[in-house]
């Protein structure tokens, strides 16, 4: 990953940790990171300082530890280890664990999209991977994501193996098993482009949250992914106003997977536009009462998932290769701190836009 010597000279030092602090201060419960811990920490050591640390990273989340190829390779053969590596380092750190993710379309194993389904066999096995999974972790997860990325953006189900199979009510399926193996836990619906108001957004809303809510089937949270563009990100009141319509159901919600990319290499202009895109969406947070944290898809610039998915962008998290941190890092610590404050608005960015590029889910 590029990035220009003249930025270096603007980026932050590496100092005391202070962001779930900061977080905690501002009447959230968290502000956290994903990660793969499991080949990250034992490479680096400052890596592991500081995702260790409580005060800069209150919750973790498995970045792919959870997902169902790491799951259940073969059907009904089960392999929680890769998962248990960050439930076990929150837990040594005490740190909240944000558990990630029971049904997703993608990141299957080969033996669900291969097999010749029908639809009482399908449920049959979708019921039994929430379950084991699900189980496995009770008592630990603090949220689950449940269903993922179920919906398009124009606001119709995503045709995937589930919807094609057994129909829109996967994912009722999916939520009642989630609860009936781990009752404790908060239970959310995850997604990516649902930070402003859009389709996606009201399908959200008329599709998922209220239909579980009608059949009394427990549903607690809406996870916002939040894998931004500098040059396009939403307005904070634009992510208010989307939180505002999610908490008004009775639910909360979160930023689940935060990232800002950039145009490669990463330059003063650029870093100045991002500094504003994850104030914003962190102010947001700050500012609506059912938003309760923050988590960041990693925060260190090598292990993002940006440039192996968008070929000339990157820089999208909060720290440079050599650990220095990215204005952006004071851009959330300033939304943590002053976002409550009567009056307070995201500082505005002067400079040039990049060419616009549209949101995707993560790798």
Not at 133 to 149: L, T
Not at 211 to 216: C, D, G, N, S, V
Not at 329 to 356: I, Q
């Amino acid at each position: 990953m590029r990035f220009s010597l003249s930025l270096l000279a603007f980026a932050a030092p590496l100092a005391s940790a202070q962001l779930h602090a900061l977080a905690k201060k501002a009447g959230l419960q968290y502000f956290g990171t994903a990660s793969d811990i499991v080949s990250v920490a034992a490479l680096d050591k400052t890596y592991a300082k500081i995702i260790s640390d409580k005060r800069e990273f209150g919750q973790l989340t498995p970045a792919n530890g959870q997902k169902w190829f790491a799951i259940e390779p073969q059907e009904n053969l089960f392999n929680f280890s890769y998962g248990d590596v960050t439930s076990k380092y929150a837990k040594k750190n005490k740190q909240l664990l944000r558990c990630h993710n029971l049904v997703w379309h993608s990141q299957l194993a080969d033996w669900v999209l291969q097999k010749t389904w029908t639809k009482k066999t399908l449920t049959a096995a979708l019921i039994n991977h929430v379950t084991n999974e699900a189980k496995h972790w009770k008592g630990q997860c603090y949220h689950w994501d449940v269903v993922n990325e179920a919906l398009e953006d124009d606001g119709s189900f995503r045709n995937t193996t589930f919807l094609h199979v057994i129909g829109p009510e996967y994912i009722a399926i999916a939520f009642k098993a989630a609860h009936a193996a781990d009752p404790h836990a908060k239970l959310y619906y995850n997604d990516y482009n649902l930070e402003r108001p859009n389709a996606k957004v009201d399908a959200v809303i008329n599709k998922i949250v209220k239909p579980l809510q009608r059949q009394r089937i427990p549903i607690h949270g809406v996870g916002m992914q939040a894998h931004l563009t500098a040059s396009r990100a939403p307005t904070i009141d634009q992510t208010i106003d989307v939180m505002k319509n999610f908490t008004n159901l009775g639910v909360e919600c979160a930023l689940t997977e935060l990232d800002v990319r950039v145009t490669d290499p990463a330059t003063p202009e650029n870093m100045a536009q991002q500094k504003v895109a994850f104030a914003a969406a962190t102010g947001a947070c700050v500012q609506v009462k059912g938003c309760v944290g923050v988590t960041v898809w990693d925060f260190w610039d090598p292990v993002s998932w940006i440039p192996g998915v968008f070929a000339g962008q990157g820089s999208g998290t909060l720290f440079f290769p050599n650990f220095t941190r990215h204005p952006a890092y004071d851009g959330v610590a300033d939304a943590l701190k002053n976002g409550t404050r009567k009056g307070w608005s995201v500082p505005h960015y002067d400079g040039d836009d990049e060419e616009e590029q549209e949101d995707e889910d993560e790798d």
